[in-house]
C-alpha cells in the first residue's frame, strides 16, 4: 500500500492548530516514514483554501496564520492529485450511494476507489469526520477515522 486518500478535514488539522492536530500530524508524519503518498482529488485545493478563508473570517485563524497554512499546503511534496475529470462520474455515484446533498466527500472516496483500481494496491481514505466515517464504513472497507490512527 503506497498511496493514501486524506479528507479536508484531517488536512485542515495538520494545517492549523484545533482538536485533532495532533493525530492528523502524526498520521501525516507516520505516512512520510513509510514512504506513502497522498493522493487527493483536485478539488481539495479549493476546499482546504475555502475552510483557511472561512477561519479568518470568523476570527479563528489570523491572515497571516491562513497565509502560512496555504503556502505549507501547497508546497507539500507527498501529495499528488487526480483531475475531476477522472473522478467526477464515480463521485455521482457515490453521492447517490449514500445520499450526499454534495460531492465534496464522494469526490476523496472516488479518488481513493479509482486509484486503488489503477494500481491494484488499497488505497486507504482517511477522515477526522466521524459523522461521515460512520455513514460509509460498512460499505468501504477502505474508509479509516483519524481518531483510530496507528500512529
Same mark, same amino acid.
Given at each position: 500500500?503506497?498511496?493514501?486518500?486524506?479528507?479536508?478535514?484531517?488536512?485542515?488539522?495538520?494545517?492549523?492548530?484545533?482538536?485533532?492536530? *495532533?493525530?492528523?500530524?502524526?498520521?501525516?508524519?507516520?505516512?512520510?516514514?513509510?514512504?506513502?503518498?497522498?493522493?487527493?482529488?483536485?478539488?481539495?485545493?479549493? *476546499?482546504?483554501?475555502?475552510?483557511?478563508?472561512?477561519?479568518?473570517?470568523?476570527?479563528?485563524?489570523?491572515?497571516?496564520?491562513?497565509?502560512?497554512?496555504?503556502?505549507?499546503?501547497?508546497?507539500?511534496?507527498?501529495?499528488?492529485?487526480? *483531475?475531476?475529470?477522472?473522478?467526477?462520474?464515480?463521485?455521482?455515484?457515490?453521492?447517490?450511494?449514500?445520499?450526499?446533498?454534495?460531492?465534496?466527500?464522494?469526490?476523496?472516496?472516488?479518488?481513493?476507489?479509482?486509484?486503488? *483500481?489503477?494500481?491494484?494496491?488499497?488505497?486507504?481514505?482517511?477522515?477526522?469526520?466521524?459523522?461521515?466515517?460512520?455513514?460509509?464504513?460498512?460499505?468501504?472497507?477502505?474508509?479509516?477515522?483519524?481518531?483510530?490512527?496507528?500512529?
Amino acid at each position: 500500500m503506497t498511496l493514501v486518500c486524506l479528507d479536508a478535514s484531517v488536512i485542515v488539522k495538520v494545517l492549523t492548530r484545533e482538536e485533532g492536530t *495532533e493525530a492528523a500530524s502524526a498520521l501525516v508524519q507516520g505516512l512520510a516514514k513509510a514512504a506513502r503518498s497522498v493522493v487527493l482529488p483536485d478539488l481539495a485545493l479549493i *476546499e482546504v483554501g475555502g475552510v483557511l478563508r472561512q477561519k479568518v473570517c470568523r476570527n479563528l485563524l489570523d491572515s497571516e496564520q491562513a497565509e502560512k497554512a496555504w503556502k505549507l499546503f501547497r508546497r507539500l511534496k507527498l501529495v499528488r492529485y487526480l *483531475e475531476a475529470d477522472k473522478y467526477a462520474d464515480r463521485a455521482w455515484s457515490i453521492s447517490k450511494e449514500f445520499g450526499f446533498p454534495v460531492l465534496y466527500d464522494a469526490a476523496y472516496l472516488a479518488v481513493s476507489e479509482l486509484v486503488s *483500481e489503477e494500481s491494484g494496491d488499497a488505497c486507504e481514505f482517511w477522515t477526522a469526520d466521524k459523522k461521515l466515517f460512520d455513514s460509509i464504513k460498512q460499505r468501504k472497507a477502505y474508509a479509516r477515522l483519524l481518531a483510530q490512527s496507528p500512529f
